[in-house]
């Protein structure tokens, strides 16, 4: 069965300091993959999506950046972190065979920016 | 732009009453309709979807959503709720990149 896994599960930053969060999917190939992040009343917001290595499409104009390194794990990305960065940052993947899947998402990495 | 309206931010029941949660969508396409749940301390997991066929979906734990298609709805309901539906609820709608679009959620809190 697939899992999905992300690490850290809270972290605690100052501003200006960088980030990497990381997402890893096992027992699936090629997925789709997404970061979102939820913020305070404000639901989910889709930052990026990746459909395969080194493919990266950005939803959102930030100081936030994500790569794709393997085939089955998505990172988050920030040189410099900002107050407004904190929040819950959710990965998610889909198997890629059309738009007719369900996504599922991983348990999440909690971000205090202070 | 797509968009998903969630009417209620809070909701709170006792044991046994009925649960409806309104949900609607702006997107003009053929819709894939979702419902994910979030219980305290766990992950975001599906509830039901609807892709096509039957508007009446049932999903897990007793709950169903139908999607009505002239009204842009597609509300989620349980007959008798327990305590441990206490959680937040999330309707989102597929757009057109394969991303979710998911509306603000509504917490559920029901007293036992």
């Known amino acids: 069965s697939q899992t999905i896994h992300q690490w850290p599960a809270t972290l605690v930053q100052p501003v200006g300091s960088p980030l990497s969060l990381e997402c890893t999917v096992e027992?699936?190939?090629?997925?789709?993959l997404y970061w979102y992040r939820q913020a305070a009343g404000r639901g989910l917001q889709l930052l990026f999506y990746?459909?395969?290595?080194?493919?990266i499409s950005s939803e959102v104009p930030q100081n936030l950046s994500a790569s794709r390194p393997q085939d089955r794990q998505f990172i988050l990305s920030s040189k410099k972190l900002l107050l407004s960065d904190s929040g819950f940052y959710l990965c998610?993947?889909?198997?890629?065979?059309?738009?007719?899947?369900?996504?599922?998402f991983g348990p999440g990495t909690r971000l205090l920016v202070l | 732009a797509q968009s998903v309206s969630q009417h209620n931010h809070h909701v709170i029941l006792s044991e046994a009453a009925s649960l409806e949660l309104g949900c609607n969508y702006s997107?003009?396409?053929?819709?894939?309709l979702f419902w994910y749940v979030q219980y305290p301390g766990q992950h975001l997991q599906l509830l039901l979807k609807?892709?096509?066929?039957?508007?009446l979906v049932k999903g897990i734990k007793g709950f169903e959503a139908e999607f009505i298609k002239s009204k842009f709805s597609f509300n989620l309901r349980k007959p008798s709720v327990q305590w441990s539906d206490t959680a937040e609820y999330f309707c989102?709608?597929?757009?057109?990149?394969?991303?979710?679009?998911f509306g603000k959620g509504t917490k559920l809190s029901v007293k036992p």
């Open positions: 027992g699936t190939s090629n997925p789709n």
């Open positions: 997107y003009g396409g053929t819709v894939n």
């Open positions: 998610a993947w889909e198997s890629q065979w059309g738009v007719a899947e369900t996504q599922y």
């Open positions: 990746s459909v395969g290595i080194g493919q």
């Open positions: 989102a709608v597929k757009g057109s990149q394969g991303n979710l679009i």
């Open positions: 609807y892709f096509s066929g039957d508007p």
